[in-house]
């Protein structure tokens, strides 16, 4: 079993729509959970990261943490065609030395 | 502008010949690593650095070596590359060891034949 699982999707969505993403992880020391977003031919840039559970929101964007059963989301509200892309989600035991990172779901935002 | 590169963008090389992809970042970052992403595996750490002469073992780093001698570069050694090496590299940094907050290069396809 992988440390981090995400569905790869590809998930396809009409501009506007709201947009849920989710990833579940089996480790229970992780501890910080991070959103990257990488563009076709890119490398993966960071989204929003938050610390143990709760939420963060980030303008159009909310990262969800539920750490008593695992399980990550992001949200993305009023969904844009410049928001196509692999979106990867990623945990951190808060040692600081290494990411494990799940493998990305394909997102795309049709007119 | 701060930013990570990576050169080469693109290689194409055979079995056996040693080659070294570089990575250089200039936002004064103590912590760098490398990854590789494969369809459906994702992104898989090979190496990092806390800082000079610091470096660590990631998820998959046989095959591969690294070195830190100074803060800005942390290049990537394969000394007999084979085709499961074939793969898209990343190298990235960010500060201190905040490795949450990684700031990624624009990756380096290499195709060993």
């Known amino acids: 079993q992988k440390e981090v699982e995400q569905d790869p999707g590809p998930l396809s969505v009409p501009e506007g729509a709201i947009v849920s993403l989710n990833c579940t992880y089996s480790?229970?020391?992780?501890?910080?959970f991070m959103w990257y977003r990488q563009y076709s031919r890119k490398g993966p840039e960071l989204l929003m990261y938050?610390?143990?559970?709760g939420n963060k929101e980030d303008g159009r964007f909310t990262a969800q943490v539920d750490k008593s059963s695992k399980y990550i989301s992001l949200f993305i509200r009023d969904s844009q065609p410049s928001d196509s892309a692999t979106y990867l989600c990623a945990t951190e035991t808060g040692g600081g030395n290494k990411l494990t990172f799940g493998t990305g779901t394909q997102l795309k935002v049709e007119l | 502008e701060a930013q990570v590169t990576q050169n080469p963008r693109y290689l194409i090389t055979v079995t056996g010949k040693k080659l070294t992809v570089t990575c250089s970042q200039n936002m004064n970052h103590e912590y760098m690593s490398w990854y590789r992403q494969d369809p459906g595996l994702g992104l898989r750490q090979i190496y990092y650095s806390m800082n000079v002469e610091v470096t660590d073992k990631g998820d998959v780093p046989e095959g591969y070596k690294v070195s830190r001698k100074e803060k800005r570069n942390f290049p990537l050694i394969l000394e007999s590359p084979s085709p499961n090496q074939t793969s898209l590299y990343f190298c990235?940094?960010?500060?201190?060891?905040?490795?949450?907050?990684?700031?990624f290069g624009p990756g380096t396809r290499l195709t060993v034949t």
């Open positions: 938050t610390y143990s559970s």
């Open positions: 480790n229970s020391a992780f501890q910080y």
């Open positions: 990235a940094s960010s500060y201190k060891s905040w490795a949450y907050e990684q700031y």
